[in-house]
């Protein structure tokens, strides 16, 4: 005999099942994935893309928590939460986690950036259930015990080391810092070494019991997958560690944030023994939901995105003053930047830099040809396409849409979006982000009075 209160449960349970909201957001055609996305009851959502035609699924979660998200004292808890994930659960321990995921040859990861963070494994899709129920586990179930805490923090730190230790990745970290200052996001995903000792186990606690929670979350999975089987596996994992008991809650927002660039025309020079300088010449950007992000691509594209692209043909091509030299952008919820990257000699510092300065002056001031930008815009067409040729690059797309943009491109619809801009403008925001006054960060051994010099390259 089932019992009034019995029944009460199971009736409130049904009514929490019946609010979960399935859509079809991207219908597939001609090779291109159905994607479909369902919130469930507890503001969980889920968004899957299904390609019959091959074999294998990545499934992940992305949280919308980033380094950036951190106060002074709590920076790199995001990162070391993100190994932590890894260490333990109440159903399985470190080896139980890595050997499932190695038994059936899938391959397992995860990643902190400014903004979010992610969780993935990549598998054969028979093998979806058993990788959908493992990172469920490790975001539902971690323990983050005390002995987990203090062994990991030394592998933080030979990490934040081994980054030391590459001024080509560091200086990177340096020019956010240059941009943004003693900021959340001037300071680096990693933390540093004070602050990842100071860390506790108490503290990481706290700060993943407010991030990881479904409204923060989004599910992503893409490949040969079924999207209501997804879906289930999904519920019943997270059912089962009681993470979708608020039936009424809702997904939270994307991210808007607070502009937080710093005066243009600042230098910082870190001296180290290197062969090397390595250089990043940059000003303000645009926020990621800029319409001129599109136009931005194409000219970012044309500067410095390829082999004949003109910082590639004037530094490295035509006079061999360095190896790499590429410009790049990087767009936040409210800010970007836009950066020009090279490694060269120290002694021929001061040309790369000037011939940096130059091209990007003679832009923002007389813009692109015409030709350049066709061809800058079937660069950027053929590499997105190509980008997305695995269930990782979907999954990731898919995933990223959701948590911060709220809603899913097509693939045809962004090759359109890529295809419809103009020479005016890649001019205007050539002259709107290229006319700023630059920053410029520099890792390596310069003598005094070649440091003294720097600031005439951002005067």
Same mark, same amino acid.
């Given at each position: 005999?089932?019992?009034?209160?019995?029944?009460?449960?199971?009736? !409130?349970?049904?009514?929490?099942?019946?609010?979960?909201?399935?859509?079809?957001?991207?219908?597939?055609?001609?090779?291109?994935?159905?994607?479909?996305?369902?919130?469930?009851?507890?503001?969980?959502?889920?968004?899957?893309?299904?390609?019959?035609?091959?074999?294998?699924?990545?499934?992940?979660?992305?949280?919308?928590?980033?380094?950036?998200?951190?106060?002074?004292?709590?920076?790199?808890?995001?990162?070391?939460?993100?190994?932590?994930?890894?260490?333990?659960?109440?159903?399985?321990?470190?080896?139980?986690?890595?050997?499932?995921?190695?038994?059936?040859?899938?391959?397992?990861?995860?990643?902190?950036?400014?903004?979010?963070?992610?969780?993935?494994?990549?598998?054969?899709?028979?093998?979806?259930?058993?990788?959908?129920?493992?990172?469920?586990?490790? $975001?539902?179930?971690?323990?983050?015990?005390?002995?987990?805490?203090?062994?990991?923090?030394?592998?933080?730190?030979?990490?934040?080391?081994? !980054?030391?230790?590459?001024?080509?990745?560091?200086?990177?970290?340096?020019?956010?810092?240059?941009?943004?200052?003693?900021?959340?996001?001037?300071?680096?995903? $990693?933390?540093?070494?004070? !602050?990842?000792?100071?860390?506790?186990?108490?503290?990481?606690?706290?700060?993943?019991?407010?991030?990881?929670?479904?409204?923060?979350?989004?599910?992503?999975?893409?490949?040969?997958?079924?999207?209501?089987?997804?879906?289930?596996?999904?519920?019943?994992?997270?059912?089962?560690?009681?993470?979708?008991?608020?039936?009424?809650?809702?997904?939270?927002?994307?991210?808007?944030?607070?502009?937080?660039?710093?005066?243009?025309?600042?230098?910082?020079?870190?001296?180290?023994?290197?062969?090397?300088?390595?250089?990043?010449?940059?000003?303000?950007?645009?926020?990621?939901?800029?319409?001129?992000?599109?136009?931005?691509?194409?000219?970012? !594209?044309?500067?410095?995105?390829?082999?004949?692209?003109?910082?590639?043909?004037?530094?490295?091509?035509?006079?061999? $003053?360095?190896?790499?030299?590429?410009?790049?952008?990087?767009?936040?919820?409210?800010?970007? $930047?836009?950066?020009?990257?090279?490694?060269?000699?120290?002694?021929?510092?001061?040309?790369?830099?000037?011939?940096?300065?130059?091209?990007?002056?003679?832009?923002?001031?007389?813009?692109?040809?015409?030709?350049?930008?066709?061809?800058?815009?079937?660069?950027?067409?053929?590499?997105?396409?190509?980008?997305?040729?695995?269930?990782?690059?979907?999954?990731?797309?898919?995933?990223?849409?959701?948590?911060?943009?709220?809603?899913?491109?097509?693939?045809?619809?962004?090759?359109?979006?890529?295809?419809?801009?103009?020479?005016?403008?890649?001019?205007?925001?050539?002259?709107?982000?290229?006319?700023?006054?630059?920053?410029?960060?520099?890792?390596?051994?310069?003598?005094?009075?070649?440091?003294?010099?720097?600031?005439?390259?951002?005067?």
């Amino acid at each position: 005999m089932t019992s009034r209160s019995s029944k009460a449960t199971a009736r !409130t349970s049904t009514e929490a099942r019946a609010v979960a909201r399935t859509q079809t957001l991207i219908k597939g055609a001609g090779g291109i994935g159905t994607v479909r996305r369902t919130t469930l009851p507890g503001g969980l959502r889920i968004v899957t893309e299904t390609l019959p035609s091959v074999r294998s699924a990545t499934f992940g979660i992305w949280a919308h928590v980033g380094s950036r998200d951190e106060t002074p004292a709590l920076n790199g808890a995001t990162h070391y939460l993100e190994h932590l994930l890894f260490k333990g659960t109440t159903r399985r321990s470190a080896l139980d986690i890595s050997s499932a995921i190695d038994a059936v040859g899938g391959e397992m990861n995860a990643f902190t950036a400014k903004e979010y963070t992610c969780y993935y494994a990549r598998v054969l899709d028979s093998d979806l259930p058993l990788a959908i129920d493992v990172v469920c586990d490790m $975001l539902t179930g971690s323990l983050i015990r005390e002995e987990d805490v203090d062994v990991e923090r030394g592998a933080i730190l030979e990490e934040i080391a081994m !980054t030391e230790d590459d001024p080509g990745d560091c200086v990177h970290d340096l020019f956010a810092h240059t941009m943004f200052g003693d900021t959340p996001l001037g300071r680096p995903v $990693l933390g540093t070494v004070d !602050t990842v000792n100071a860390l506790t186990a108490d503290r990481i606690r706290r700060f993943y019991k407010k991030h990881y929670d479904p409204t923060h979350l989004v599910v992503a999975c893409a490949g040969n997958v079924d999207h209501n089987k997804v879906v289930r596996q999904v519920r019943a994992a997270f059912e089962k560690a009681g993470a979708l008991s608020r039936a009424d809650a809702t997904p939270i927002a994307p991210r808007e944030g607070r502009r937080s660039l710093r005066t243009a025309g600042r230098v910082e020079l870190i001296g180290r023994k290197t062969e090397q300088a390595h250089v990043v010449l940059g000003m303000p950007g645009l926020a990621r939901t800029d319409e001129r992000r599109w136009a931005l691509g194409v000219l970012n !594209t044309a500067l410095g995105g390829g082999m004949s692209s003109r910082l590639f043909q004037e530094v490295r091509e035509k006079r061999g $003053l360095a190896y790499s030299v590429y410009s790049y952008t990087s767009g936040f919820a409210d800010c970007g $930047l836009f950066g020009v990257y090279a490694g060269c000699r120290p002694s021929q510092v001061h040309d790369v830099l000037k011939i940096c300065r130059d091209e990007l002056d003679q832009v923002a001031e007389h813009g692109l040809p015409d030709d350049e930008i066709e061809r800058a815009i079937g660069q950027l067409k053929g590499s997105t396409v190509l980008g997305l040729e695995d269930t990782g690059a979907l999954m990731n797309r898919i995933g990223k849409s959701e948590l911060c943009w709220g809603e899913q491109m097509s693939v045809d619809e962004m090759l359109t979006r890529i295809a419809m801009v103009t020479p005016d403008e890649v001019r205007a925001v050539a002259r709107d982000v290229l006319g700023q006054r630059p920053s410029l960060s520099v890792i390596g051994p310069l003598k005094d009075k070649q440091a003294s010099r720097l600031h005439d390259t951002v005067a």
